[in-house]
């Protein structure tokens, strides 16, 4: 990458202690690499911005995963309590910093301020969120089935059950989300939850605010008494130090968010280890939005104008990107088009997180070209990493026999597919791979239409909206981000909300163990005051 120039941007207004240093962490060391250099970019201004930070490499990865497995045994014998005040004192560092952790995070993605902010906020929540999960306690899964010594012909033993951490886990931090979805993110929040140490791989796109939240975790792991190994955090390559994290033999789980590429890449590393390991991968997605007959017929000028507000919000770099939309041909549909054509138009070309981002999706943008019909175009990109917001159209039939109209073009692009009738659009609802979401706009006279989409859509989506828009992900109980391949590797589970604790916990049974040596979870008289499940039903007895 060229560098023309380059900004300090945390020198101006920034006290001392909040100064970036450049250096990774391990286990609570500042670590300078040794290996690339690398600078953030500010593709907002076409600047690199210091300081210079550098790739680390197998020895970094060696100490960070030995420190890991090293505090395991201390951190996972933490009580919930301890851990919950663990994620809120992780919130509390991150809300002391936010002044300077939001103008450097504005400074190296182009993301407007009020969505930094917005993002500050979402990632104490989610900590905070994980913090009541653990004092509520059923995460712990307790089961007990009472000994029948005197069963006929065999007697059953005593046998209780609960979940355990995995072990050390490696989180990828993800370009989109430079705080929530990144250094004490949702992967992050919800594996130390679970009792596992982290260690982060960076994203090279973000690196002083990865160093400011490492450095606001690092803080709260030495005021929470947690053994310095539970958190560690890394520069590097992807295919270097990102395979050799996945690769050591102390790792124990994967987080990541990122290219499909990124992810199936280090699916197989996982799984050719000796000892393989789940990788929590969450990839590609284009959210088909289902606009039935009757909604269109009332609202298909408003559904347009709604539709690209979703589209082009922060420069459509949003795993929940409406990349599709489906609909039956007619008037209804062309008054959509019609709206959607005249708001894009009126849609500035905000920047996107990279150069290599914006390069990815005008490349995006011209295989679309050569396959579907132009609809609308938003307003030309001043810079390099300007998004040229775009809008096709194609038919069903085209749309289901290309890969380049069904691949997810990360960035304000999006596709119509017009149906010639409700076989057409069920026939696509069948033949799209695995989404993150699915919306259907209908309205009361669409009820039948939806009712035959909905089963469909079960199979493909882990989120199904009626009415909205995709974009935007509430972090709670009942979320599911996740979904069938390529959404993610895995579609048991969910990257957001309560639920993503599970991904990092397996369930161990304890056989006629004696009482005095069994986890307070399943201890007689039920000291941590749990709903447990006892010879099959619910109890806090
Ligand atoms: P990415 O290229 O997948 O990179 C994410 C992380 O994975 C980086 O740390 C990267 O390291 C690492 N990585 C990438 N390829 C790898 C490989 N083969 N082996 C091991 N590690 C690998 O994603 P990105 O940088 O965020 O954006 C690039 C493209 O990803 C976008 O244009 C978009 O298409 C897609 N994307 C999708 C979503 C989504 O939510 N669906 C979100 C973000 C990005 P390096 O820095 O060394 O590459």
Known sequence: MDMPHTVDVMTATIPETHRLTGQMIIAGTPVRGTGTQIHAFDPAAGAALDPPYHHGDAGNVDAACAAAADAFGTYRATTSDQRARFLEAIAGQIEAISEPLIARAVAETGLPQARITGEVGRTTGQLRLFAEVLREGSYQGARIDTALPDRSPLPRPDLRQRFIGLGPVAV????????????????TASALAAGCPVVVKAHDAHPGTSELVGRAVTAA???SGMPAGTFSLLFGSGAGLGIALVTDPRIKAVGFT???????????????RPEPIPVYAEMSSINPVFVLDGALAGRGNELGRAFVASLTMGSGQFCTNPGLVIAVDGPGLDAFVAAAREALA??????????????????????LSGAAELVGRGQDASNECGCHAALFTTDAESFLNSEALQAEVFGSSSL?????DAAEMHAVADGIEGQLTATVHADDSDLDAAAELL????????????????????VSHAMVHGGPFPATSDSRSTSVGSRAIERFLRPVCYQN??????PSAIADGNPDHLWRRIDGRLSQD
């Open 221 to 223: 792991v030495a005021e």
């Open 258 to 272: 990122g290219s499909r590429s990124g992810g199936t890449a280090l699916v197989a590393a996982a799984a050719a």
């Open 346 to 367: 009126q849609a500035p070309a905000t920047p996107m997180l990279t150069p290599a981002i914006a390069r990815s999706y005008a490349e995006g943008v011209t295989a």
């Open 455 to 474: 089963p469909r859509l079960e199979l493909k989506a882990g989120r199904i909206l009626f009415g909205g828009w995709p974009t935007g992900v509430e």
């Open 513 to 518: 163990v004696p009482k005095s040596l069994l």
């Open 416 to 420: 119509i597919v017009r149906c010639a």
């Open 172 to 187: 990828f931090g993800a370009s989109n989300f430079p705080l929530a979805f990144s250094v004490a993110g949702g992967d």
